[in-house]
């Protein structure tokens, strides 16, 4: 029987799915952090900072800790900005669950319990919403709600937890065809860069750990109302990595991270490349010792897995499988259906897409760049990406109907360039921040007005310790991208490309200070071809 | 059984240029008259490249040995050096205008180039200071410099610099301003590196009877530790290069035959 995680906002009235969920919770607190299947162990497993944890009062200062808290190893295992991301943090939930279900059997609880998701779907509003269950600091008899946390401050930081749908989007994760990235590429996968080892330079993450994944964090962590999100003990537990894991929501946010992994693998586009919406049959991935998780079992034992074992969440080591992972509204062919917007003939567009099928691999070109660093603040802030004449020329030359359509002629078919812009070194004093970049807004126009010129959507979660230059990363910082294939159609078929410069507009959504030094170092324009 | 080794990506980085520009720089250095010396054969010793066996050299006809001396030092950067070079020209090449990428990769190698030289000098001094030293305390001057070196490689500030060999380059696109970025690229690079690899290359210098194995072991072992991920800057037990990608490789290497 394989076991089903259920949508939480779709749970029936009397469902004791989240009942069983706290009542498993509250035994696990209990558990000393020496235990490997205390609450505490299993929240260190993605990150710990002692000192934070003893501030905030999930710490005893006079406890022996069993590993070393700076150190990467059992604890501190999380693996972010990698092709590991999504694989590791299904183990980790996988073990999670298994040790969760063991103590519900052992309290008589159902022997199929499994972790339900919250879908944050950007097309359902009443999705967006906090689950309920988790937002009562008490119980209806008085008693203390175990999935309940102090340390949930929202947006503005009154502990509103307030999520738009352009916040959570997710039809740039259906785009991502590939699954990883080269890392002598611009990053534009799904699953993320591909790293010899876990955490390297914070510039491997995919599209699905951008967003939704780093927004929720920071609009439910959020920062306290009058604290400095630079004070960590001032900011929302899911704000962080070191605390993220101790609030019950993490694990049924990361459960529909890893929904949306499944989803993703669902998506059929025609004319896609064989690869596409595939995972990586890379040995290097799939289960080499640089990729191998360490994970707890309910007997206080550890077992060592890859990525390998956790592909079909139905074998019997997960067991598990998702109440719904469709995605729905996706064209056939999204590249006929953009030949079609670019002036390509209806009737040629279909053999146009065949041909361009079976181009050559691609090739990434620097189309502009930005002059100099852009620091982020206030209500928005202003910026613009130079663009080089030649590259620019090349790139409208692929847009161009008339030069696809000259196949007949027995031209190499070329398909359209995708354009992405890169934000690279994106520094910053805080972890927590959400800003929304838009590309080539009219001149004094409300952003809100003009949804088709978001790029999307930027957090800065896990930006700090990045920008540590005494850290690993030696104060590399984040990097991003965002696809604007779209903006940049829009401006070719306006006459508007024929430009030096492209103007790029950061809205914060979340309070963001001076005094945070978010910075955006480079802002780069890629052009994608075959 | 499948006898395909999956090796890290990142191993199969260096290009076909950079490992023939490392490949030619192996083969030229004992022509240069590395290792063919019974006396103290250093790199960049200004005396005894003229007692060297003469052939390689008369066909160059380079006259003036220290000329002669500095071009093997810098045959010897570019054998050792090239493969780590991987990563940073490959960052280089993506923020670059197509059209500027060669030019970029020269400012870049010629930047890099000039603080080897620099610290060609350095070195030089410095080995025959360890020399001197291990004379006057009657101790093999190898001693010497492998706990210099083991110090060296334990303390937190390696690490830091080590770190940032692998920091992306920061650079203007356009004009005159990408121009200086990229050789400016090259020097701090060349700095990090320097200051990453200085010790071992004491080594080399320091025992001249067997310079040639000890500096292809030395390049094998830094370019693994290239590949290894940034470390938080701590004093650490791990003092020899690569130590633990070479573990890793070897894993991986059981794992892909079984
Ligand atoms: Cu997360």
């Known amino acids: 029987m394989v076991r089903m995680r259920k949508d939480v906002w779709k749970l029936p009235a009397n469902d004791k799915t989240l009942f069983w969920y706290g009542q498993a919770i509250a035994v696990l607190k209990t558990r000393p952090i020496t235990d490997k299947t205390s609450w505490w162990s299993l929240a260190a497993m993605h990150g710990i900072d002692s000192q934070l944890w003893i501030d905030l009062g999930y710490l005893d200062p006079a406890v022996q800790l069993p590993f070393d808290p700076t150190k990467q190893g059992f604890w501190n295992q999380c693996q972010h900005g990698s092709w590991y991301f999504l694989p590791w943090h299904r183990a980790y939930l996988g073990a999670f669950e298994a040790i969760l279900l063991d103590v519900i059997v052992k309290k008589g609880g159902p022997a199929d319990w499994a972790l339900p998701y919250w879908n944050y779907d950007p097309t359902v509003p009443s999705a967006l919403k906090f689950p309920t269950a988790f937002a009562a600091e008490l119980l209806d008899d008085g008693s203390k709600n175990p999935l309940w946390v102090k340390e949930r401050y929202g947006r503005t930081g009154n502990g509103n937890i307030t999520i738009r749908p352009t916040d959570v989007p997710v039809k740039q994760l259906w785009r991502a065809a590939e699954f990883f990235d080269e890392p002598n590429d611009v990053p534009t996968s799904f699953g993320g860069t591909r790293t010899a080892f876990h955490h390297d330079a914070g510039a491997g993450a995919g599209k699905l750990e951008q967003t939704p994944h780093g927004p929720v964090h920071n609009l439910v962590g959020g920062t306290i109302e009058g604290g400095d999100s630079n004070v960590s003990t001032d900011n929302g537990l899911m704000s962080m990595f070191e605390t993220a894991g101790i609030d019950p929501i993490f694990w049924l946010h990361h459960s529909n991270i890893d929904r949306l992994w499944e989803s993703w693998l669902t998506v059929h586009q025609l004319q896609a490349p064989p690869d596409a919406h595939k995972n990586p049959t890379d040995l290097a991935w799939l289960d080499q010792p640089a990729g191998q998780f360490v994970m707890p079992q309910p007997d206080g034992t550890t077992f060592t897995t890859t990525a390998r074992h956790v592909l079909n969440t139905k074998d019997p080591s997960l067991n598990y499988e998702y109440q719904d992972i469709s995605v729905p509204g996706q064209p056939a062919s999204p590249l006929v259906a953009r030949l079609n917007r670019l002036g390509v003939a209806p009737a040629d567009a279909n053999t146009l897409a065949g041909a361009f099928s079976m181009a050559s691999p691609k090739t990434t070109e620097m189309v502009g760049q930005s002059a100099a660093a852009v620091r982020i603040s206030g209500a928005a802030t202003e910026a613009s990406v130079q663009l080089d004449d030649v590259a620019r020329n090349r790139l409208q030359g692929t847009l161009s109907a008339r030069s696809m359509s000259n196949l007949a002629l027995g031209a190499k078919p070329t398909p359209p360039d995708r354009v992405f812009l890169a934000l690279e070194n994106i520094t910053s004093a805080t972890d927590v921040g959400v800003f929304h970049v838009y590309v080539n807004l009219p001149k004094g126009a409300d952003p809100e007005q003009h949804p088709e010129n978001l790029a999307g959507v930027v957090s800065l979660f896990g930006a700090r310790e990045a920008s540590r230059p005494a850290g690993p990363h030696a104060g590399s910082g984040l990097t991003q991208t965002l696809e604007i294939t779209d903006i940049v159609d829009a401006m070719h078929l306006a006459g508007d490309l024929n430009t030096q410069q492209i103007d790029v507009k950061f809205v914060p959504q979340t309070p963001i200070s001076d005094n945070n030094k978010v910075d955006v170092g480079r802002m780069r324009i890629y052009r994608q071809g075959g | ?258």
Request: proline share 7%.
């Open chain 2, 1 to 258: 059984m499948t006898w395909r080794i999956a090796l890290p990506a990142v191993t199969r980085w260096p290009s076909r240029a950079l490992l023939a520009a490392s490949l030619a720089g192996w083969v030229l250095l004992p022509l240069l008259g590395h290792g063919a010396q019974s006396s103290a054969a250093l790199c960049l010793s200004y005396p005894t490249l003229a007692d060297a066996p003469r052939g390689a050299l008369a066909a160059l006809s380079v006259a003036d040995d220290t000329m002669l001396a500095a071009l093997s030092w810098i045959v010897m950067v570019v054998a050792m050096m090239s493969p780590l070079l991987a990563q940073p020209i490959v960052q280089l090449r993506l923020r670059s205008l197509t059209r500027r990428r060669r030019r970029a990769v020269a400012l870049f190698a010629a930047g890099y180039l000039a603080i080897w030289i620099v610290a060609g000098f350095a070195l030089v001094t410095a080995s025959a200071a360890i020399t001197r030293l291990a004379e006057h305390l009657g101790w093999p001057a190898l001693a010497i410099t492998l706990t210099i070196a083991a110090i060296w490689q334990a303390a937190p500030l390696r690490q830091s610099a080590l770190n940032r060999c692998h920091r992306p380059p920061d650079l203007s696109a356009f004009g005159l301003a990408a121009d200086l970025d990229c050789f400016g690229f090259g020097l701090t690079h060349g700095v990090w590196c320097v200051v990453t690899c200085t010790p071992w290359m004491l080594l080399p210098l320091t025992t001249p009877a067997f310079h040639l194995p000890l500096m292809l072991m030395i390049s094998i072992a830094l370019l693994l530790e290239r590949i290894a991920p940034a470390r938080p800057a701590a004093w650490t037990w791990r003092i020899l290069p690569g130590q633990k990608v070479a573990g890793v490789l070897l894993r991986s290497m059981q794992w892909s035959v079984r």
